[in-house]
């Protein structure tokens, strides 16, 4: 079982993810329409799952 505070660092870290994701998005349809994509799904799916592990009782 995970302590409070890994769980809260992972939920911060996750939060953290979410306003990155929204906050680059027109870099990421930017760089989509240049044939770049970039991976900000990855990350936000990986800390999401981190997420549900630590929070589980």
Do not use: C, K, N
């Not at 995970?2 to 349809?29: E, H, K, N, W």
């Amino acid at each position: 079982m995970p302590s409070r505070p890994y769980t809260a660092t992972v939920f911060a870290l996750y939060q953290l993810s979410v306003v990155l994701g929204i906050v680059l998005l027109p870099v990421a349809l930017a760089a989509r329409r240049a044939g770049v994509p970039l991976p900000l799904h990855r990350i936000i799916d990986r800390l999401h799952a981190a997420y549900e592990h630590a929070s589980e009782e």
